[in-house]
């Protein structure tokens, strides 16, 4: 008895040692060699700065920024330690009120925009932390944040064009903006 003690103790400590440090780290420093950028977050920097995470939406309230989704995430938005949608059916009362107050405020932002509203811009996703948006989103946005900025709308139409990523490999997913990287090329324009 004391001898398949003694030997499940050992399988005990190899396993451990194998699977809790030397597994963990050679796949680290696989990731460290092959995909650095990833590895270490995807942290976007800005003047030697950390700016952002590519993978993390961030709040921008400002006229002069475009606007990501509105994170569901709680108590504040964006908040990683907190992933979640916000779990309201399409026929809940509650969501078709947040969705109304969402295209209020954007009306408000900026009252001579007429045209639909993209879903994107008054829904949230899955995980309330979505970094990026959609073109047509983007292009929603860009008289605005051309009258706030000062700058003529071919130039953010321009800048949006730069910052759409296509689908992947031709086929999969949707193009998208990142709305990190479009709000600092916005900031690194000299006027």
Do not use: H
Not at 98 to 112: E, K, S
């Amino acid at each position: 008895m004391l001898r398949m003690i003694r030997t499940a103790l050992r399988f005990l400590l190899a396993f451990t040692i194998l699977t809790g440090i030397v597994y963990p780290l050679v796949v680290t420093g696989i990731a460290q060699v092959a995909f650095p950028f990833r590895a270490n977050g995807s942290i976007i920097m800005k003047n030697g700065v950390p700016a952002g995470s590519a993978l993390i939406g961030q709040q921008f309230a400002g006229p002069e920024y475009f606007w990501g989704r509105p994170s569901a995430t709680t108590p504040c938005p964006y908040n990683g330690g907190a992933s979640s949608g916000s779990n309201l059916g399409p026929n809940n009362p509650a969501l078709l009120r947040d969705v109304q107050a969402r295209i209020n405020a954007l009306r408000a932002a900026d009252p001579g925009n007429r045209s639909p509203v993209p879903a994107g811009l008054v829904t949230s996703s899955g995980s309330g932390l979505d970094p990026d948006i959609s073109p047509a989103a983007a292009l929603y946005q860009a008289g605005r944040v051309a009258r706030a900025r000062g700058l003529d709308e071919a130039t953010v139409l321009a800048l949006i064009r730069a910052n759409t990523r296509g689908r992947f490999l031709g086929l999969f997913g949707e193009p998208a903006v990142n709305v990190l990287r479009l709000n600092l090329a916005l900031d690194g324009l000299k006027k």
